[in-house]
């Protein structure tokens, strides 16, 4: 039986050597997963930093699409609605508050003139379309966040905004008769107005803070349980 022992003794070294072997190669293969995981996390945030740059970028472009391609329309479309004595943008505006009401992306209340829209807007060709669709093609990158839309809230929002308000009585009437909607200048219109307004409040907001605050301070009764 000396060939069964020698055998025996021999697949017990193999059987041995076959656990060091396999923990070798189960260290060296948890060190590639690690490095493969450490390398995908580097990879991610290579990724992430170049899609900021160019969100950055994009945003830059954009605002200065906005101060040279915009605006020499805007000053085209002015100068046409100026000579042909138009008065379709003009609205009562109440102090302090917006000439119309947004509720889910629609204007659902008013106080545009819808004879003179329904008069004049016909007449204005295309300077009117050309400035609302470069003022669109300038908020879709922003309202998709496609653009970074901090750069462009701070270098354009004001802006943007008075200039959707003041021609809000067209873009309605070309919802109304399904000539165009305008659905990212009206989503960038919320979002930045209701952000100016915000800051704009917040400084009484906080007096009125400090003002309800002051109001609820009392004296405490003396104690008179000496």
């Known amino acids: ?14 059987y041995f050597a076959s656990g060091i072997a396999i923990a070798i190669f ?57 000579r042909a004595g138009w008065t379709f943008l003009r609205v009562a505006t109440p102090l302090g508050q917006l000439p119309f009401t947004i509720q889910n992306g629609e204007v659902t209340s008013h106080n545009f003139d819808l004879k003179a829209l329904d008069d004049q807007y016909p007449k204005t060709g295309e300077t009117l379309v050309s400035y609302l669709n470069a003022l669109e093609s300038f908020a879709i990158p922003f309202a998709y966040g496609v653009a ?32 165009a909607r305008y659905e990212s200048s009206m989503k960038l219109f919320v979002l930045w107005n209701n952000r100016l307004v915000a800051e704009a409040t917040a400084p009484v907001m906080k007096a009125m803070g400090e003002l309800s605050k002051a109001a609820e301070e009392r004296i405490k009764p003396l104690d008179h349980n000496f």
Request: proline share 2%; with cysteine.
């Open 1 to 14: 039986m000396g060939w069964f022992a020698t055998t025996r003794a021999l697949l017990e070294l193999l």
């Open 26 to 82: 189960a260290f060296f293969g948890l060190r590639q997963i690690t490095l493969g995981l450490d390398q995908l996390k580097i990879t991610k945030e290579i990724a992430k930093t170049n899609a900021k740059r160019e969100s950055v970028k994009f945003a830059a472009d954009q605002c200065r699409y906005f101060a040279e391609t915009a605006m020499p329309l805007r000053a085209k479309m002015v100068e046409e609605y100026n």
């Open 148 to 179: 970074d839309e901090e750069i462009g809230y701070k270098e354009t929002a004001r802006a943007f905004c008075h200039e959707i308000q003041t021609h809000m009585p067209a873009i309605f009437h070309m919802r109304k008769v399904n000539i």
